[in-house]
C-alpha cells in the first residue's frame, strides 16, 4: 500500500499544528463557534446531538494492521470503545473532547492517518471497489488512481471551497462495486483505443435531497489526461454550480439543470484552455504510485485446498460462511474474506476495539497486513490462502465478526441516525436491527439471495436508501418517526432510483412490511431470479401489495 | 414551561442549565424556566461561550422535553437508545 513521501508527512504535521492552535484558541475563548466551525469541519470535526465526532479517512479504503491497531487504540484511549465505518468507507469517533483531538490526530499521524477533507465543500475521500487487486475482472487496479486523485485533491488551492461536497469513485472492473453512478463523478478503467488505460467518465449523481443517477459525459478519457479532465469538470463546477441555496448546490443539479450536453461543451472549453503540460500524469509518477501497489508475495498455490474443502464438508456453518462471505481471488489458492460489521441485532457499521484489534491480527498473520473497508459497512481481508479460511473464520467467530450475510438481507446499511445525528428527523439503527432480528434465519437469509436494504435517517442520505434495492428513509410526522419504503434501486452498474411505494409507515410496521415484500419475492420468483431482477421484471406493484397487506386490511 | 440547553465547549456534552446557572448534565437537575426566564437564560448562557455551546431553548413538561422536537431532545438528554456506548455505560458505572 502507499507509503507517504516528505510532503505528505510534511502537510499532515503542519496541519496538526495548525489545527492544535485553532483548538487552544477555541478553548480559551478567542474563536467562537461561528468562526471555529469551519476550522474544524476542515479538520473533519462534527459537534453532534451528544458529543464532538471525528471522522478519519481511509483512503479508499485500505488499512495497514498497524493503521487498524492504531484505531483500535484511540477508540479504547479517547472514545467509548468503539468506533463506525461509513458509507465513504471513512471511521467515524463518536465522543472524542475537544482537547483530546490534536493528541488523536498525531498518534494517527505516526501511522500515515488523518482527517484533512472528511468533510467541507471540498473532495471527499475518494472510494473504490474493496475487491481491488484481488477481483479477476479487473481491467486495471484503481488503487494507484485513487492515489493519484488523493494526492491532486489534497488541499487543492482552487478546489477547496467548492459550492458544495464533491465525491469521487473508480472501478477498474465492468462490474460496478464502487456504486459509481451516485457520486458526483464516477470513473471506470476502460481500455483505450490505443489499448491504454483510459478512464469512462460518469458526472452529475447523487443522493440526497434531489436524487440522480450519474449520466457519461466522456466514454475514454486517456490515463495520463484524467487529472486535466477532472480539473475542467470541477473547474466548470465551482464557476457554474449554485452557491445561493445549500438544496441545489450539489454538481448533479447544475448538470440536470443545463443538461449533460451544455455541461459537457463546458467541460471541454475549459479543459482546452488549461495548461495541460502542468497535469500531465509523467510515465515515471504513475510508475512509482503503482509499484506501491505490486501485488503482495503470494505463494504458488494449487486453485483448490484438500484441508478446506474438508472443513467445508465437515462444518456446515464454515460451509455457510464461505458461501457467502469468501469471494474469489484472482491469484490461484487465495480468497477474500468479508468481516461481518453486521451481527444480527447489532449496529450496523460499528466494531469495538477489540474487534479492531483481531482483524489486526488476522490481516498480519494471514493477510499480508492489509484489511479494507467496504461501502457496505464491512471488512476485508483480501487476500486469505484458503487453507487459512477455517482459521481465520474461527477466530472472527469468537469475536463476533463472522456473521454469514455478506450482501444477503441483514448486511444493512445504516446511518447512524437520530441516535448521534443532528441532521436526522428518525432513528436508523433500532430499525436496522428489528430487520436484522426479523430476518436472522441463515436459512432463510440463503434463500432469499443478495438483497441490498439501505436505511437512512433523513433525507441527506447518509444510507443510500435511493438505491437499495428496499430502501428505508426515516421522516418526520409530527414529532414521530415515520419510515418510506422504496423498491427497485440498485447501486451497481444497472444503477437505478428506487420508486416510493406509498404512505410512510410506524417503525415498528417496517421489519414486517418488508419480511412481506420479501416473502411475495419468494413465492413470485422465476428460477434462479435475484430480488432485484424480479423487481425489475415486474414493478413494484407486487411488493407494494405486500407491504400494505396488513395495514390496508386493517384501515 | 422550557428549559435550556446547549453542549459543553470542552467535550461537547448535552448540558442544561440548573440551579444557581451552573451547567448541569442531567435534564432533571435542569432549572425549569417561565417565559421571562426563559429569554434571560438565554442571554445568561450566551453570554457565557466557554461552557454553552450553540444555546437554545426547548419545551418540556414536567422536564420531559414536549413539542415537535421532543424525540430529538429525548435522545439528547439519554444519549443514544441503542449501541455500544450503552455497554460503555454499563462497564463504567459505579456500582
Same mark, same amino acid.
Given at each position: 500500500?502507499?507509503?507517504?513521501?516528505?510532503?505528505?508527512?510534511?502537510?499532515?504535521?503542519?496541519?496538526?499544528?495548525?489545527?492544535?492552535?485553532?483548538?487552544?484558541?477555541?478553548?480559551?475563548?478567542?474563536?467562537?463557534?461561528?468562526?471555529?466551525?469551519?476550522?474544524?469541519?476542515?479538520?473533519?470535526?462534527?459537534?453532534?446531538?451528544?458529543?464532538?465526532?471525528?471522522?478519519?479517512?481511509?483512503? *479508499?479504503?485500505?488499512?495497514?494492521?498497524?493503521?487498524?491497531?492504531?484505531?483500535?487504540?484511540?477508540?479504547?484511549?479517547?472514545?467509548?470503545? *468503539?468506533?463506525?465505518?461509513?458509507?465513504?468507507?471513512?471511521?467515524?469517533?463518536?465522543?472524542?473532547?475537544?482537547?483530546?483531538?490534536?493528541?488523536?490526530?498525531?498518534?494517527?499521524?505516526?501511522?500515515?492517518?488523518?482527517?484533512?477533507?472528511?468533510?467541507?465543500?471540498?473532495?471527499?475521500?475518494?472510494?473504490?471497489?474493496?475487491?481491488?487487486?484481488?477481483?479477476?475482472?479487473?481491467?486495471?487496479?484503481?488503487?494507484?488512481?485513487?492515489?493519484?486523485?488523493?494526492?491532486?485533491?489534497?488541499?487543492?488551492?482552487?478546489?477547496?471551497?467548492?459550492?458544495?461536497?464533491?465525491?469521487?469513485a473508480?472501478v477498474?472492473?465492468p462490474k460496478d462495486r464502487a456504486a459509481v453512478r451516485t457520486h458526483?463523478?464516477g470513473?471506470q478503467?476502460?481500455?483505450?483505443?490505443?489499448?491504454?488505460?483510459?478512464?469512462?467518465?460518469f458526472?452529475g449523481g447523487g443522493q440526497g435531497?434531489l436524487p440522480h443517477i450519474a449520466q457519461e459525459?466522456?466514454?475514454?478519457?486517456?490515463?495520463?489526461?484524467?487529472?486535466?479532465?477532472?480539473?475542467?469538470?470541477?473547474?466548470?463546477?465551482?464557476?457554474?454550480?449554485?452557491?445561493?441555496?445549500?438544496?441545489?448546490?450539489?454538481?448533479k443539479?447544475?448538470?440536470a439543470?443545463?443538461?449533460?450536453?451544455?455541461?459537457?461543451?463546458?467541460?471541454?472549453?475549459?479543459?482546452?484552455?488549461?495548461?495541460?503540460?502542468?497535469?500531465?500524469?509523467?510515465?515515471?509518477?504513475?510508475?512509482?504510485?503503482?509499484?506501491?501497489?505490486?501485488?503482495?508475495?503470494?505463494?504458488?498455490?494449487?486453485?483448490?485446498?484438500?484441508?478446506?474443502?474438508?472443513?467445508?464438508?465437515?462444518?456446515?456453518?464454515?460451509?455457510?460462511?464461505?458461501?457467502?462471505?469468501?469471494?474469489?481471488?484472482?491469484?490461484?489458492?487465495?480468497?477474500?474474506?468479508?468481516?461481518?460489521?453486521?451481527?444480527?441485532?447489532?449496529?450496523?457499521?460499528?466494531?469495538?476495539?477489540?474487534?479492531?484489534?483481531?482483524?489486526?491480527?488476522?490481516?498480519?498473520?494471514?493477510?499480508?497486513?492489509?484489511?479494507?473497508?467496504?461501502y457496505?459497512?464491512?471488512?476485508?481481508?483480501?487476500?486469505?490462502?484458503?487453507?487459512?479460511?477455517?482459521?481465520?473464520?474461527?477466530?472472527?467467530?469468537?469475536?463476533?465478526?463472522?456473521?454469514?450475510?455478506?450482501?444477503?438481507?441483514?448486511?444493512?446499511i445504516?446511518?447512524?441516525?437520530?441516535?448521534?445525528?443532528?441532521?436526522?428527523?428518525?432513528?436508523?439503527?433500532?430499525?436496522?436491527?428489528?430487520?436484522?432480528?426479523?430476518?436472522?434465519?441463515?436459512?432463510?437469509?440463503?434463500?432469499?439471495?443478495p438483497v441490498r436494504i439501505n436505511?437512512s435517517?433523513?433525507?441527506?442520505a447518509?444510507g443510500h436508501h435511493h438505491v437499495g434495492h428496499i430502501g428505508v428513509l426515516?421522516?418526520?410526522?409530527?414529532?414521530?418517526?415515520?419510515?418510506q419504503i422504496t423498491v427497485g434501486g440498485s447501486p451497481d452498474e444497472q444503477a437505478a432510483l428506487g420508486e416510493i411505494v406509498?404512505?410512510?409507515?410506524?417503525?415498528?410496521?417496517?421489519?414486517?412490511?418488508?419480511?412481506?415484500a420479501?416473502?411475495?419475492y419468494?413465492?413470485?420468483?422465476?428460477?434462479?431470479e435475484l430480488f432485484i431482477d424480479t423487481v425489475r421484471r415486474l414493478g413494484a406493484d407486487p411488493f407494494r401489495?405486500?407491504? *400494505?397487506?396488513?395495514?390496508?386490511?386493517?384501515? | 414551561?422550557?428549559?435550556?440547553?446547549?453542549?459543553?465547549?470542552?467535550?461537547?456534552?448535552?448540558?442544561?442549565?440548573?440551579?444557581?446557572?451552573?451547567?448541569?448534565?442531567?435534564?432533571?437537575?435542569?432549572?425549569?424556566?417561565?417565559?421571562?426566564?426563559?429569554?434571560?437564560?438565554?442571554?445568561?448562557?450566551?453570554?457565557?461561550?466557554?461552557?454553552?455551546?450553540?444555546? *437554545?431553548?426547548?419545551?418540556?413538561?414536567?422536564?420531559?422535553?414536549?413539542?415537535?422536537?421532543?424525540?430529538?431532545?429525548?435522545?439528547?438528554?439519554?444519549?443514544?437508545?441503542?449501541?455500544?456506548?450503552?455497554?460503555?455505560?454499563?462497564?463504567?458505572?459505579?456500582?
Amino acid at each position: 500500500m502507499y507509503r507517504y513521501d516528505e510532503f505528505d508527512a510534511a502537510l499532515v504535521r503542519e496541519r496538526i499544528a495548525e489545527f492544535s492552535d485553532q483548538v487552544d484558541r477555541r478553548s480559551s475563548g478567542a474563536l467562537t463557534e461561528d468562526e471555529f466551525k469551519p476550522l474544524r469541519l476542515m479538520n473533519g470535526v462534527y459537534l453532534q446531538l451528544h458529543a464532538y465526532m471525528l471522522r478519519v479517512a481511509v483512503p *479508499y479504503g485500505v488499512i495497514s494492521s498497524r493503521q487498524m491497531r492504531r484505531l483500535a487504540h484511540v477508540a479504547r484511549t479517547y472514545d467509548k470503545g *468503539y468506533g463506525h465505518f461509513t458509507t465513504r468507507t471513512n471511521i467515524q469517533f463518536n465522543w472524542p473532547a475537544l482537547q483530546d483531538l490534536p493528541a488523536i490526530l498525531s498518534d494517527l499521524a505516526e501511522v500515515e492517518m488523518h482527517a484533512i477533507q472528511t468533510s467541507g465543500n471540498c473532495i471527499r475521500n475518494v472510494t473504490t471497489d474493496v475487491f481491488a487487486g484481488v477481483a479477476a475482472d479487473e481491467i486495471e487496479d484503481p488503487r494507484p488512481w485513487c492515489e493519484i486523485v488523493r494526492q491532486w485533491s489534497t488541499i487543492h488551492p482552487e478546489f477547496s471551497f467548492l459550492p458544495r461536497k464533491f465525491k469521487i469513485a473508480i472501478v477498474g472492473a465492468p462490474k460496478d462495486r464502487a456504486a459509481v453512478r451516485t457520486h458526483d463523478v464516477g470513473l471506470q478503467i476502460v481500455r483505450g483505443e490505443d489499448g491504454q488505460t483510459a478512464f469512462r467518465v460518469f458526472v452529475g449523481g447523487g443522493q440526497g435531497r434531489l436524487p440522480h443517477i450519474a449520466q457519461e459525459i466522456a466514454p475514454a478519457v486517456p490515463g495520463q489526461s484524467l487529472l486535466a479532465y477532472l480539473t475542467a469538470i470541477l473547474r466548470a463546477y465551482n464557476l457554474l454550480g449554485r452557491r445561493d441555496n445549500i438544496h441545489k448546490a450539489r454538481i448533479k443539479i447544475l448538470v440536470a439543470a443545463i443538461g449533460i450536453d451544455a455541461f459537457r461543451d463546458e467541460v471541454e472549453r475549459q479543459f482546452a484552455i488549461l495548461r495541460q503540460e502542468d497535469l500531465r500524469i509523467p510515465d515515471e509518477e504513475l510508475a512509482r504510485i503503482q509499484a506501491y501497489f505490486t501485488p503482495p508475495p503470494f505463494a504458488d498455490l494449487p486453485a483448490t485446498s484438500p484441508a478446506y474443502d474438508a472443513a467445508r464438508r465437515l462444518n456446515p456453518e464454515f460451509a455457510r460462511f464461505t458461501r457467502s462471505n469468501l469471494r474469489e481471488h484472482k491469484q490461484a489458492g487465495y480468497g477474500a474474506v468479508i468481516v461481518s460489521l453486521k451481527p444480527i441485532g447489532g449496529v450496523p457499521g460499528d466494531i469495538t476495539a477489540a474487534q479492531m484489534d483481531v482483524v489486526a491480527d488476522l490481516a498480519a498473520r494471514f493477510s499480508f497486513h492489509e484489511v479494507r473497508a467496504s461501502y457496505e459497512q464491512n471488512l476485508v481481508l483480501p487476500h486469505v490462502r484458503l487453507e487459512d479460511v477455517h482459521a481465520v473464520w474461527s477466530r472472527l467467530r469468537e469475536a463476533g465478526l463472522a456473521t454469514a450475510n455478506a450482501d444477503l438481507a441483514t448486511d444493512i446499511i445504516a446511518c447512524p441516525g437520530l441516535d448521534y445525528c443532528s441532521l436526522a428527523n428518525a432513528r436508523s439503527i433500532p430499525v436496522a436491527q428489528a430487520l436484522s432480528h426479523q430476518l436472522a434465519d441463515a436459512a432463510l437469509l440463503e434463500k432469499l439471495g443478495p438483497v441490498r436494504i439501505n436505511i437512512s435517517g433523513c433525507i441527506n442520505a447518509c444510507g443510500h436508501h435511493h438505491v437499495g434495492h428496499i430502501g428505508v428513509l426515516g421522516v418526520d410526522r409530527k414529532g414521530e418517526e415515520y419510515y418510506q419504503i422504496t423498491v427497485g434501486g440498485s447501486p451497481d452498474e444497472q444503477a437505478a432510483l428506487g420508486e416510493i411505494v406509498g404512505r410512510s409507515l410506524p417503525a415498528e410496521e417496517v421489519a414486517p412490511a418488508i419480511a412481506r415484500a420479501l416473502d411475495r419475492y419468494l413465492e413470485i420468483r422465476n428460477d434462479g431470479e435475484l430480488f432485484i431482477d424480479t423487481v425489475r421484471r415486474l414493478g413494484a406493484d407486487p411488493f407494494r401489495t405486500a407491504i *400494505y397487506e396488513l395495514t390496508d386490511a386493517a384501515a | 414551561m422550557k428549559l435550556l440547553t446547549a453542549n459543553r465547549l470542552n467535550d461537547g456534552r448535552v448540558i442544561y442549565l440548573g440551579e444557581a446557572d451552573a451547567a448541569v448534565e442531567a435534564i432533571d437537575a435542569a432549572r425549569i424556566l417561565d417565559a421571562d426566564a426563559a429569554e434571560a437564560a438565554l442571554t445568561l448562557a450566551q453570554s457565557r461561550p466557554a461552557v454553552f455551546v450553540n444555546p *437554545y431553548l426547548i419545551e418540556v413538561e414536567d422536564r420531559a422535553p414536549s413539542g415537535r422536537d421532543r424525540l430529538k431532545e429525548r435522545i439528547r438528554s439519554v444519549g443514544p437508545t441503542v449501541g455500544h456506548s450503552l455497554d460503555f455505560a454499563a462497564r463504567n458505572e459505579t456500582p
